[in-house]
């Protein structure tokens, strides 16, 4: 069974997203966050509002895809509310069904967790095993943070560095 990873691009000042879920400030950026990752995706798990929110690819090509299309295959969405239907997604209702699922769909393949609350959740359920963050040369003085949550400090391991990319397993 392959891993549950969460992976984000963030700036330098620790956010995902800016005020509102703003995607806007990664368009200059996008090559750099996708680079080789999607070639170890076997699935997604994603969060509602990244599912439906903003797109650093808005205007392009890569409008609406994965990675900028980048990557193509099953998607994994938690929901508690109305799901739509999207061709290659599946909804969810709970963590459990939705991880489950995302892992099936992957096989051996990394499960590639996106958003901040779902991240969130995979680690406080004991779930994530990994970590990738690129680092952008931005501050954004506000938004949504990579993680906020109390509780004690989680322990990680640095696996990779290349330039400003972390890689880290989740120890505990």
Not at 38 to 43: H, I, K, L, R, Y
Not at 64 to 85: I, S, Y
Not at 95 to 107: D, Q
Request: glycine share 16%.
């Amino acid at each position: 069974m392959g891993k549950l990873l969460y992976s984000a691009a963030m700036s330098l000042d620790g956010f995902i997203a800016g005020p509102g879920g703003d995607m806007g400030w990664l368009s200059p950026y996008t090559g750099e966050a996708a680079d080789d990752l999607a070639a170890e995706v076997g699935a997604l798990l994603v969060g509602r509002r990244t599912f439906s929110g903003d797109d650093p690819y808005r205007g392009t090509e890569g409008e609406g895809k994965a990675f900028g299309g980048g990557w193509e295959g099953p998607q994994v969405v938690l929901t508690r509310g109305d799901a739509p239907v999207a061709p290659g997604v599946t909804f969810c209702s709970s963590l459990e069904e939705g991880v489950a699922t995302a892992r099936a769909a992957a096989g051996e393949k990394t499960v590639n967790v996106l958003g901040a609350s779902v991240g969130r959740a995979c680690l406080e359920a004991g779930l994530l095993d990994e970590v990738v963050v690129v680092v952008m040369p931005v501050l954004l003085g506000g938004g949504v943070r990579l993680f906020e949550r109390p509780g004690p400090p989680v322990r990680l391991e640095l696996l990779a560095q290349r330039g400003t990319r972390l890689r880290y397993r989740v120890l505990a």
